[in-house]
Structure formats: structure tokens, C-alpha cells
């Protein structure tokens, strides 16, 4: 069945499940079993629990975790994890944020550091990918993330966005990250996606929901095969066999529409890429790339954008002189103020923990000479809680993020950097100032009560749901 070019796979003459059950196959081992065996003894230093525990508190306590590695360890630490006892090198510095960013794309490899999203991105997601299959890849997907296509996007993001903002209702307290995760997902389904049939929607958001909202049980238990067949693991595959036959659809249906020419949509923008190195015929992305990198973009772009939106209500919520710049801001067109409030969001509020890069030779990183096999990469808690780059940073102050003195893309990483920074940043961005300004164009926001992370799946969220209030304005 082919895989790549012109010529895709089509699931129309196969069922969904066999793709689904093989993508799992081939992407449950954790970290890359190529590899060899990283002596310890050469890497800094770190707790001596077994790697089970460290991968918990890893996963599970990241906010409290990393802070205390590095009380205890220093701004550079090793971590052990499961399976195999998989090191990883974590550091807090600014310094060794950029050699890791910097450093030459054929040793760092970022694929390998996001294996454990195998199972769910598949093996041709731009995440999981290195080396000329991640150029081929970002070189075929980045025109429907630049600044045409993003203008374009623009008036439909805000239409959601306004329709959602609509629906609120005064003076009664809801959680923020309940309403952001469905103005999100509709933001993906619609623009991303390109669906817009009710039935089809209303297939779709049940499945979608259940991929985002995996435990970080389900993720570690993606390593051990036999778990698939048990309880919320098997729930999981089936739910991807579901989601899988609605988009596997959904592109086969979409080739073939008369108006693709005509359609602004990122899927249609895809079904339109075309490598122009490839020979003739040769050189789009197949069904079953499509379907990994949608994915991908649907994980990456759902509930991190929503988790960023909801703690930033909050926080102006919490503040008058906040809430009364903000609503300035929305009338006087000052998109630069709402945008560095979701940046302050996303500083203060980290959504990822951190971002790796697994070595394929021997490299030095921060001063020390780390092994082929290690994986490595900044603290994105660490980096952004830094004193030095970010005075009082426990104070939420977006001021942070204008003028000439901005924090550099070492100290601000919540899409990575270097030359695997996320090609949805911008899309992010905007998307975020659009949902601002239809919530403070609309209503005084306030807080209601207090909040702290929890973690679910990959990302980190409001525990108590970041609970407001509204009043028209």
C-alpha cells in the first residue's frame, strides 16, 4: 500500500482498522530501540529512584518536579525513564537552550524525543519526523501557515469565536477551559479541517475530544504492546479506528471536490502541496500523511491554544487595571496588547513542560559531553519561571512582551525553536488575539476564586477549569 507521492493510500479499498492497528504496531516502542545503552556515568547528575517513579513525577508532577531538580541538582539534571531507563538531560539555561535549538538537525534529532505521541500522530507527523523527511514535510505544509494564508483564516476564526462568545450567558460562574476547548476544536474542525456539515461535526467532535483528553497512563502504556488489548488502552484504539474512518473520509471525499481549487481550508491547501523537486506525478502527500500531519496539527493546535486562552480570562480577570486595558485595547485595535497577553499566558502558564532533542552522536551540550542515545532539551517550566530573563516572573505583567527590549525565543520557547520551531505559532497567535477580542469586546471578566495546573495527556490545564464570570459591558 503506498504511503507517499502522488499516488496515496486508499483506505476506500481497504478497512480503516488494519492502517490503524499497523500505525500502532510499528509506534509503540518508546524512545527508539536502535539505540545503544547510555553508560550514566557520564551524564550529569540526578535522582537515583527507578525509572518508573521518575517517569511518573516526570509526567505527572512537572510543576513541582522541575523546580526541584533544580534546587537539588542545578540548572542541568538527569532523568530516567521507562522503558529501557531512556535518559534524559534537562537544562534551565539560556545558553544551553540555543546550542540545543542550534545544534545541527542531523545529531538532534526531535522525532525521537516525541516518540511516545507515535501511536496517535503516526509516523509521518512533522513532530515525529527528522532529518529530509522533516524538510520534505515543514517544506510542504508551511505555505498554509504563512502570512496570506493566515489573513485569510482570520475573518472565520473570528466568526467561531464570536458565535461561541455569544452563547455565554451573565452572572453565572463556568469554566473558561470547557467553552475555550470547544471554541478551539470547532477553530480546528472548521479552518483546519475545512468541515463545516453539521452531521459530519457532530461525528467528528466526540472522537476528537476523546483522542485530546488521553490520561498520561494511556501514554505510558502505549510502550507495552499487550496493553492494547485491555480496558482504556483497547478504548483508545478503538476510538482511533473511529476517528481515523471520519478522516480518512473526509480526504478522500475532499480529492475529488469540484471546488478545491477554490478552498482556503489548511486540508484543501494541502491536498494542493506539491514537493516541486519530485518528479512529474510524484510529490503530494498521501492519504495517509494527510491524516498524520491533521492529527498532529488537531493535538498541537487543540487544547494548548485552549489552555493558554483560559488561564490568560483569568489572569485579567483577577486584575481591574488589567481587565480595563484590555477592553482598550479591543476598542482601539491594539492587537499587540492582546497578543502579549496570551504570550504572558503562555509564559507564566506553560502548556508543554519541555522540548527534546535525542542525540544520534556524541555531542556537547551546556559544558558537558553526553553520549549517542541521550536525549536532551530545555525546561520550558524552568526557562520561564528565570529570574534574569524575567523579573518577578511569578507577576503576571504582558508589558513583557512590548517594545524594543521582548524576551529573546531562548528564554520564551512554548513553540520550541530552531529550525523545528512550530509552524503553527503564528496561527496560534492569531487565533488567540481573535478570541480575545470577541471575549473583551463583549464582557467584563472576572475571576472566580483560585487555580492551579493539573496535567492531562501531554499538556498542563487549569485544575478547577479556570472558573469566570461575565457581565456585558
Same mark, same amino acid.
Given at each position: 500500500?503506498?504511503?507517499?507521492?502522488?499516488?496515496?493510500?486508499?483506505?476506500?479499498?481497504?478497512?480503516?482498522?488494519?492502517?490503524?492497528?499497523?500505525?500502532?504496531?510499528?509506534?509503540?516502542?518508546?524512545?527508539?530501540?536502535?539505540?545503544?545503552?547510555?553508560?550514566?556515568?557520564?551524564?550529569?547528575?540526578?535522582?537515583?529512584?527507578?525509572?518508573?517513579?521518575?517517569?511518573?513525577?516526570?509526567?505527572?508532577?512537572?510543576?513541582?518536579?522541575?523546580?526541584?531538580?533544580?534546587?537539588?541538582?542545578?540548572?542541568?539534571?538527569?532523568?530516567?525513564?521507562?522503558?529501557?531507563?531512556?535518559?534524559?538531560?534537562?537544562?534551565?539555561?539560556?545558553?544551553?537552550?540555543?546550542?540545543?535549538?542550534?545544534?545541527?538537525?542531523?545529531?538532534?534529532?526531535?522525532?525521537?524525543?516525541?516518540?511516545?505521541?507515535?501511536?496517535?500522530?503516526?509516523?509521518?507527523?512533522?513532530?515525529?519526523?527528522?532529518?529530509?523527511?522533516?524538510?520534505?514535510?515543514?517544506?510542504?505544509?508551511?505555505?498554509?501557515?504563512?502570512?496570506?494564508?493566515?489573513?485569510?483564516?482570520?475573518?472565520?476564526?473570528?466568526?467561531?469565536?464570536?458565535?461561541?462568545?455569544?452563547?455565554?450567558?451573565?452572572?453565572?460562574?463556568?469554566?473558561?477551559?470547557?467553552?475555550? !476547548?470547544?471554541?478551539? $476544536?470547532?477553530?480546528?474542525? @472548521?479552518? *483546519?479541517?475545512?468541515?463545516? =456539515?453539521?452531521?459530519?461535526? /457532530?461525528? %467528528?467532535?466526540?472522537?476528537?475530544?476523546?483522542?485530546?483528553?488521553?490520561?498520561?497512563?494511556?501514554?505510558?502504556?502505549?510502550?507495552?504492546?499487550?496493553?492494547?488489548?485491555?480496558?482504556?488502552?483497547?478504548?483508545?484504539?478503538?476510538?482511533?479506528?473511529?476517528?481515523?474512518?471520519?478522516?480518512?473520509?473526509?480526504?478522500?471525499?475532499?480529492?475529488?471536490?469540484?471546488?478545491?481549487?477554490?478552498?482556503?481550508?489548511?486540508?484543501?491547501?494541502?491536498?494542493?502541496?506539491?514537493?516541486?523537486?519530485?518528479?512529474?506525478?510524484?510529490?503530494?502527500?498521501?492519504?495517509?500523511?494527510?491524516?498524520?500531519?491533521?492529527?498532529?496539527?488537531?493535538?498541537?493546535?487543540?487544547?494548548?491554544?485552549?489552555?493558554?486562552?483560559?488561564?490568560?480570562?483569568?489572569?485579567?480577570?483577577? !486584575?481591574?487595571?488589567? $481587565?480595563?486595558?484590555?477592553? @482598550?485595547? *479591543?476598542?482601539?485595535?491594539? =492587537?499587540?496588547?492582546?497578543? /502579549?497577553? %496570551?504570550?504572558?499566558?503562555?509564559?507564566?502558564?506553560?502548556?508543554?513542560?519541555?522540548?527534546?532533542?535525542?542525540?544520534?552522536?556524541?555531542?556537547?551540550?551546556?559544558?558537558?559531553?553526553?553520549?549517542?542515545?541521550?536525549?536532551?532539551?530545555?525546561?520550558?517550566?524552568?526557562?520561564?519561571?528565570?529570574?534574569?530573563?524575567?523579573?518577578?516572573?511569578?507577576?503576571?505583567?504582558?508589558?513583557?512582551?512590548?517594545?524594543?527590549?521582548?524576551?529573546?525565543?531562548?528564554?520564551?520557547?512554548?513553540?520550541?525553536?530552531?529550525?523545528?520551531?512550530?509552524?503553527?505559532?503564528?496561527?496560534?497567535?492569531?487565533?488567540?488575539?481573535?478570541?480575545?477580542?470577541?471575549?473583551?469586546?463583549?464582557?467584563?471578566?472576572?475571576?472566580?476564586?483560585?487555580?492551579?495546573?493539573?496535567?492531562? !495527556?501531554?499538556?498542563?490545564?487549569?485544575?478547577?477549569?479556570?472558573?469566570?464570570?461575565?457581565?456585558?459591558?
Amino acid at each position: 500500500m503506498t504511503t507517499t507521492g502522488s499516488r496515496p493510500a486508499d483506505p476506500a479499498q481497504d478497512d480503516t482498522l488494519p492502517l490503524t492497528m499497523r500505525r500502532f504496531r510499528r509506534m509503540s516502542v518508546v524512545g527508539g530501540g536502535d539505540l545503544p545503552p547510555v553508560p550514566l556515568d557520564r551524564l550529569p547528575p540526578g535522582p537515583r529512584w527507578p525509572a518508573l517513579v521518575q517517569t511518573v513525577a516526570l509526567m505527572r508532577f512537572r510543576h513541582q518536579f522541575h523546580p526541584w531538580l533544580q534546587r537539588r541538582y542545578g540548572d542541568v539534571f538527569t532523568v530516567n525513564l521507562i522503558p529501557g531507563n531512556r535518559p534524559l538531560v534537562l537544562f534551565a539555561s539560556p545558553e544551553a537552550t540555543k546550542e540545543i535549538f542550534g545544534g545541527d538537525p542531523e545529531v538532534f534529532h526531535a522525532g525521537r524525543g516525541n516518540a511516545i505521541l507515535g501511536p496517535i500522530m503516526g509516523e509521518h507527523s512533522l513532530l515525529l519526523q527528522d532529518s529530509g523527511e522533516h524538510h520534505r514535510a515543514r517544506k510542504l505544509l508551511m505555505p498554509a501557515f504563512l502570512g496570506h494564508a493566515l489573513r485569510g483564516y482570520r475573518s472565520l476564526v473570528a466568526e467561531v469565536a464570536a458565535d461561541e462568545v455569544g452563547r455565554w450567558r451573565e452572572g453565572e460562574d463556568f469554566r473558561a477551559l470547557e467553552r475555550m !476547548n470547544a471554541l478551539t $476544536l470547532e477553530v480546528i474542525l @472548521r479552518v *483546519v479541517f475545512g468541515v463545516t =456539515d453539521d452531521e459530519r461535526l /457532530a461525528r %467528528l467532535r466526540p472522537a476528537v475530544n476523546r483522542t485530546v483528553e488521553i490520561s498520561p497512563a494511556i501514554l505510558l502504556g502505549w510502550a507495552y504492546p499487550r496493553l492494547q488489548r485491555l480496558g482504556p488502552w483497547r478504548r483508545t484504539v478503538d476510538n482511533q479506528v473511529e476517528l481515523d474512518r471520519l478522516m480518512y473520509a473526509e480526504i478522500r471525499e475532499r480529492r475529488s471536490a469540484a471546488d478545491l481549487a477554490d478552498r482556503s481550508d489548511v486540508l484543501s491547501r494541502l491536498l494542493a502541496a506539491h514537493d516541486p523537486e519530485a518528479a512529474p506525478g510524484e510529490g503530494g502527500l498521501s492519504d495517509v500523511e494527510l491524516r498524520d500531519q491533521l492529527v498532529t496539527l488537531l493535538l498541537a493546535g487543540h487544547e494548548t491554544t485552549a489552555s493558554a486562552l483560559s488561564w490568560a480570562l483569568v489572569e485579567v480577570g483577577r !486584575n481591574p487595571d488589567l $481587565l480595563a486595558r484590555t477592553q @482598550r485595547a *479591543v476598542d482601539e485595535g491594539d =492587537d499587540a496588547w492582546l497578543e /502579549a497577553v %496570551l504570550k504572558e499566558s503562555m509564559r507564566l502558564h506553560p502548556i508543554i513542560p519541555m522540548v527534546v532533542r535525542t542525540l544520534m552522536e556524541d555531542a556537547t551540550v551546556g559544558g558537558w559531553e553526553l553520549p549517542r542515545g541521550t536525549t536532551v532539551g530545555p525546561s520550558i517550566i524552568l526557562s520561564h519561571q528565570r529570574e534574569q530573563s524575567f523579573p518577578d516572573p511569578e507577576v503576571f505583567r504582558p508589558e513583557r512582551f512590548l517594545g524594543d527590549d521582548v524576551p529573546p525565543l531562548t528564554v520564551w520557547i512554548p513553540f520550541g525553536g530552531g529550525v523545528r520551531r512550530c509552524i503553527g505559532a503564528g496561527f496560534s497567535l492569531m487565533e488567540g488575539v481573535e478570541v480575545l477580542r470577541a471575549v473583551f469586546g463583549a464582557y467584563d471578566v472576572a475571576a472566580v476564586g483560585t487555580d492551579v495546573p493539573k496535567v492531562r !495527556n501531554i499538556t498542563s490545564v487549569p485544575r478547577r477549569g479556570a472558573r469566570i464570570r461575565v457581565r456585558a459591558r
